[in-house]
C-alpha cells in the first residue's frame, strides 16, 4: 500500500476510534475492567459475602476453616490483543470485511487503554506467530499498532490459536486483560486457553460473516479456500453440499461456545452486518452489571 493511501487509512480509523473511545467506551472499559487486574496480597478467614472463586483450598485444607485470598487492584494494567491475521479474516459479504472491522475494534479497545494510562500490546498470528510488540503507553505506539493491523503481510495462512495463546502465556507473565480476536474457524485450543483464562482476564471476540452459516444457492461456482489457496468448482444447487457447509460452520462455532464455557473466559460475537459498537458497549454494560 501507498504510504499516502495507508496514512489516510490511519488517521481514518483513529479519528473514528478515539472519538468511540473518549465518549462511549472510556467509562465502561474503565468499570467492566477494574478490579480484574490485581495483585496477591494476603488470606484472612472467609467472612459471609465473600466470593467463593477466591477461596485459598491449600490453607483452607491445612486449617481446617475456609480462608480466601486478598486481592489488591493494579493501578496500571496491561492489555494485550491476540489478533488473527490469517486469511479467513478477508472475507466479508456485507458492508465491511472482518479484517477491516477488526481493525476498528483494535483501535477501539487500545485508545479506550491509554486513556485509562494503561499499556498496550500486540501479538499478530496466523498458523504462526507473525509479529510481537511489547506492551507500551502513548499515542504514536497505538498508531503503530493500527499501522499494522491496515498493512500487515502475514506468511502463513492458516489458524493456529493453541501457538498464538501458547506463546503469548510464555510471553506475558503479570496478570493482563487480553483479546483474542478471530473468527474461530478451527480447533485444538482449549489447554492453552484455559491456562491463559487461569493467568488473566481472558476476552474472545469472534468476527463472524453470514455467508459463513449459510451457501447461497446460485449454482455451480469456482471458489477459493482463503487458508489453503485451493480452487475448486462447488455445485451450490446441491442440497447436501449447503447442508454440509452450514454443519461445518456451526461445528466451529459449537467447539468455541464450549471451550470458552469450560474455561471460564467470556466470549463475545460480532457479525459483519450489525455494529460492533453496539456489541462491544452491550458487552462491557454486563460485565459492569454484578
Known amino acids: 500500500m501507498e504510504t499516502s493511501e495507508l496514512l489516510k487509512k490511519v488517521r481514518k480509523i483513529e ?142 495462512s492458516g489458524t493456529n490459536i493453541a501457538v498464538a495463546l501458547e506463546y503469548f502465556n510464555n510471553a506475558i507473565k503479570k496478570r493482563s486483560i487480553c483479546f483474542l480476536l478471530s473468527d474461530f474457524m478451527t480447533k485444538s485450543y482449549e489447554v492453552p486457553l484455559r491456562i491463559a483464562s487461569q493467568r488473566h482476564d481472558l476476552v474472545g471476540v469472534q468476527l463472524t460473516d453470514p455467508r459463513e452459516r449459510e451457501l447461497p444457492d446460485v449454482g455451480l461456482i469456482y471458489a477459493e479456500d482463503a487458508e489453503t489457496g485451493e480452487w475448486r468448482w462447488i455445485d451450490t444447487s446441491s442440497a447436501r453440499v449447503r447442508k454440509q457447509y452450514a454443519r461445518n460452520y456451526l461445528e466451529f462455532s459449537a467447539y468455541c461456545r464450549t471451550v470458552f464455557l469450560k474455561t471460564g473466559a467470556d466470549i463475545l ?20 452489571r454484578p
Open 15 to 156: 479519528i473514528k476510534t478515539r472519538g468511540l473511545s473518549k465518549h462511549l467506551f472510556s467509562g465502561e472499559y474503565h468499570s467492566a475492567f477494574k478490579g480484574r487486574g490485581m495483585s496477591f496480597s494476603e488470606v484472612r478467614s472467609y467472612q459471609y459475602g465473600d466470593d467463593v472463586r477466591n477461596i485459598d483450598w491449600n490453607v483452607t485444607a491445612r486449617t481446617g476453616e475456609p480462608y480466601v485470598k486478598v486481592f489488591e487492584e493494579e493501578r496500571e494494567l496491561t492489555v494485550m490483543l491476540l489478533v488473527d491475521m490469517s486469511r479467513s479474516l478477508s472475507f466479508g459479504a456485507v458492508s465491511q470485511v472482518k479484517q477491516e472491522i477488526l481493525a476498528e475494534i483494535c483501535a477501539v479497545i487500545a485508545f479506550s487503554a491509554i486513556n485509562n494510562n494503561d499499556k498496550v500490546g500486540v501479538l499478530f498470528f496466523s498458523d504462526r506467530i507473525e509479529l510481537f510488540i511489547p506492551p507500551k503507553k502513548g499515542k504514536q505506539h497505538i498508531l503503530r499498532i493500527i499501522r499494522e493491523l491496515i498493512d500487515f503481510e502475514p506468511k502463513g
Open 269 to 288: 460475537s460480532i457479525s459483519t452486518n450489525e455494529s460492533y459498537v453496539n456489541a462491544l458497549l452491550k458487552f462491557f454494560q454486563k460485565r459492569i
